[in-house]
């Protein structure tokens, strides 16, 4: 047994070096070559392609519990990030642009999830599948693209900050909701039970920040990766095992960090380990999605990519217009925040465990598909931002001539 997972543990790896470095060299984002990767070589794979199957990787504990990891790291690296003291500051511009995007962009997920026969947890969760940005590929995107300096991308990255608090209480009720049964009635305890754990984390890691530097400071690299690490994913494991989102939880051990010495070594040591943790997530979506279960919901698919690109772009552009941003550069904050990713995976992973089948079924294929079409939305919006922004407001131009 253990011989045969370990076996499937290295293609899963092997699979995802040669995946990555495909689409490295074809200048794409690496996230939707993990997920086709996953579905490659995964249980729903051909049987057999040349006399020789294809299906050598199975949902096994072992990628389950790494994808697990996954999701925990990717998480806590975003609360690293985090600076409570900007939010404060900007507070108004900020609640206002969240607010408009917020707003159009749920919307337009609620009206998806009513218009195509989904109950009441059904849209709900469509609904977060195609609210929230994916930090991850945005901010690559960026810095790719050398938008950081640029006045939008404090727009872009504001809003995806706000975008991160809601998804926090997002992931905590859809965690409580899915969880205790499928109804908001059963799900109360759970609800209350998780929102208690997720508070006194959030005060923890708030006021605890001036002992970090004194907990987990070592000169040893080795003990320094494996506490930063451990703690991570203990106390995820522990939101779970109360009903909470292990997702969250990392958010909140990640801003503890936030502003102590230790960031910078964090991001240097642990960055490598997140990244293949994360990358064995990835794969692991894959590795559960049916391509015929895809297919089978195409056309919902097909108007969510137009409809919801249409939305983070009316979204965008109004926010870069609080801003103060000129015409050009308030298309490039919508254009900036088109790619959906890793947010909506983690949503696709709770309906999943759903009891619902339908939602079990066709949310996760859905939230596949939806991935990788926007990630390449996304990143060709950024890719061609400039030729985009500036075809807009000569479109512009001409109206107002009229």
């Given at each position: 047994m253990a011989e045969a997972l370990l076996l499937e543990l290295g293609v899963a790896l092997a699979v995802l070096a040669v995946a990555g470095s495909v689409a490295r060299y074809f200048d794409q984002p690496v996230i939707p070559a993990y997920i086709a990767a996953g579905i490659l070589v995964g249980p729903h794979a051909p049987t057999s392609v040349a006399t020789v199957s294809l299906q050598l990787v199975s949902e096994s504990a072992v990628v389950e519990t790494a994808a697990e990891v996954g999701i925990v790291l990717l998480l806590f690296f975003l609360g690293l990030e985090f600076d409570v003291g900007t939010l404060v500051r900007n507070r108004r511009r900020l609640s206002a642009v969240g607010g408009i995007d917020l707003a159009v962009n749920a919307a337009v997920g609620v009206a998806l999830g009513v218009a195509f026969g989904f109950g009441p947890i059904g849209v709900l969760l469509v609904t977060g599948v195609v609210y929230i940005s994916s930090s991850a590929i945005v901010t690559k995107a960026l810095t790719d693209a050398g938008w950081l300096a640029n006045p939008e991308s404090e727009v872009i990255l504001g809003t995806l900050v706000v975008e991160d608090l809601v998804i926090a209480v997002y992931?905590?009720?859809?965690?409580?909701?899915?969880?205790?049964?499928?109804?908001?009635?059963?799900?109360?305890?759970?609800?209350?039970?998780?929102?208690?754990?997720?508070?006194?984390?959030?005060?923890a890691a708030h006021f605890g920040t001036e002992y970090v530097d004194r907990v987990f400071g070592t000169e040893a690299d080795e003990l320094f990766v494996l506490r930063v690490v451990g703690t991570t994913v203990l106390v995820g494991g522990a939101a779970l095992s109360v009903g909470a989102s292990e997702a969250v939880a990392a958010f909140f051990v990640g801003t503890a960090f936030h502003g102590t010495d230790?960031?910078?070594?964090?991001?240097?040591?642990?960055?490598?380990?997140?990244?293949?943790?994360?990358?064995l997530f990835f794969f692991a979506v894959g590795l559960g999605t049916d391509l015929l279960v895809v297919a089978d919901v195409w056309l919902l698919l097909a108007v969510a990519v137009v409809a919801t690109t249409a939305a983070k772009l009316a979204s965008g552009y109004a926010s870069g217009r609080v801003y103060g941003l000129d015409e050009r550069r308030s298309a490039r904050v919508g254009l900036g925040l088109v790619a959906r990713g890793e947010f909506s995976l983690i949503v696709a992973t709770l309906a999943a465990t759903s009891a619902n089948p339908t939602i079990r079924t066709v949310v996760p294929a859905f939230a596949v598909g939806y991935v990788i079409a926007m990630s390449f939305v996304g990143s060709l919006s950024v890719q061609y931002g400039a030729t985009l922004s500036e075809s807009f407001k000569n479109w512009r131009r001409g109206r107002e001539s009229l």
């Open positions: 992931l905590a009720v859809v965690a409580a909701v899915v969880g205790g049964g499928g109804t908001v009635g059963s799900a109360l305890t759970t609800v209350v039970q998780s929102f208690v754990f997720l508070t006194a984390l959030a005060g230790l960031v910078h070594r964090v991001e240097s040591l642990v960055v490598p380990v997140r990244d293949v943790f994360a990358a």
